[in-house]
């Protein structure tokens, strides 16, 4: 057993389980006498890790057939610049959605390739909410409706899938990836990048329609049109295959979990018990509505902002790490994707009340 919980955003923490495996594994690989790193990407061996990997995704999510799935590089900050090079299709606008940081980071870059409206956004109240879909302005021939549906800075989770009507809807889930089952058939494209909830940095994920692909305008560079890597099952390059490998373990983890819904049930009843906590004192405070608060990522303040150095030591004295909060917001933020066990989450509740006990 580790003897630390890990609440970093990302790159985060693993199950223990699959760090073991990779470990068990690394080096001779099933007797082939190789680590996965060493593998040829062409190989019969890496094929193999790369074709389960897709099938035990597949079956995970529920992904129809009529959907591609891509393993890119890249992170999801590429795919900021892919999705309207590829999405756009001579329209003459997409629609974007407005809740925070990472929105804000794809809003700029579709602006070098379009333009765009913003349906609505949340900035009134410093993005602490989901804007109302009732309240949206959305254009009348937009290529695509794009939203973020989890802010990992700012801890503002989408409860619900936006209705697009006949639009692509395209939701970039880097940090609720896998937390919740998704219906996939209501989208045109979702994406994430791994470090935050599969796997370790450098794999970004990309589930898009088929029928969005091969729109890219010429002179669109070949490593950033969906068709081509779509045609070439990812392997255009060589594929990140180390990532795509732990990628592959954690799907199979969370199989054995019982997969998305029981993953699911467990992270409704982490993020309960931390906001609940938050909700009974004064001492702590989470900015966000109470309907749209993340279960993955977990902004709050100290009363005392002075005392927040203080907290910080004594959590990392007791083996809970990376509880900064991010540079833009200030406070605290704890990040309980998948891998967090609940006994971490009592932990850091436990540790919570004896600080506020101290210092209250
Ligand atoms: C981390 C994150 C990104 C950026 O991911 P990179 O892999 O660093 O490019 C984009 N969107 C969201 C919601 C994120 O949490």
């Keep these: 057993m580790r003897k630390v919980f890990n609440f970093s955003a990302g790159p ?32 019969r061996e890496y094929m193999s890790i790369h074709e389960q990997a897709e099938r035990d995704l597949r079956e995970l999510m529920g992904i129809p057939s009529n959907y591609k799935v891509l393993f890119l590089q890249g992170g999801a900050t590429l795919q900021f610049a892919m999705i309207p090079i590829n999405l756009m299709r001579g329209k003459a606008v997409a629609d974007y959605v407005h809740t925070g940081e990472w929105s804000k980071k794809a809003i700029k870059e579709a602006k070098l390739f379009g333009s765009v409206n913003i349906a609505a956004s949340a900035e009134d109240r410093n993005f602490t909410y989901v804007p109302p879909q009732s309240g949206w302005k959305r254009s009348a021939d937009a290529a695509y409706l794009h939203y973020c549906a989890n802010e990992t800075i700012g801890g503002v989770e989408f409860g619900f899938v936006p209705d697009a009507g006949d639009v692509p809807l395209v939701a970039d889930v880097s940090s609720t990836f896998l937390s919740r089952p998704l219906e996939v058939s209501k989208f045109g494209l979702i994406y994430g ?88 004192t004064q001492f702590y405070r989470n900015p966000v509505e109470r309907a749209d608060r993340s279960r993955m990522n977990v902004p709050f303040t100290l009363r005392d902002a002075a005392l927040d150095e203080a907290f910080l030591k004594g959590a990392k ?33 436990g540790y919570m009340r004896e600080f506020e006990q101290r210092n209250g």
């Design 12 to 43: 985060a923490m693993l199950p223990e389980e699959v760090l073991a495996q990779a470990a068990a594994e690394m080096l001779d690989w099933h007797g082939s006498g190789q680590s996965v790193m060493e593998m040829s990407h062409r190989g």
């Design 193 to 280: 990048g791994a470090q935050k909830n599969i796997g370790p940095a450098g794999l970004v994920i990309v589930i898009v329609r088929e029928d969005l692909l091969g729109h890219a305008p010429k002179g669109t560079p070949t490593m950033l049109d969906y068709k081509v890597q779509a045609d070439a099952d990812s392997m255009l390059n060589t594929p990140p295959t180390w990532a795509v490998y732990i990628a592959g373990l954690v799907f199979q983890w969370l199989k054995r979990q019982g997969g998305l819904a029981a993953v699911e049930a467990r992270n409704i009843e982490k993020a309960k018990l931390l906001y609940d906590y938050l909700d009974g």
């Design 317 to 349: 004295e007791r083996g809970m790490l990376q509880l900064k909060g991010h540079r833009s917001v200030g406070g605290m933020r704890a990040s309980i994707y998948n891998a967090m066990p609940i006994d971490g989450v009592r932990a850091l509740v």
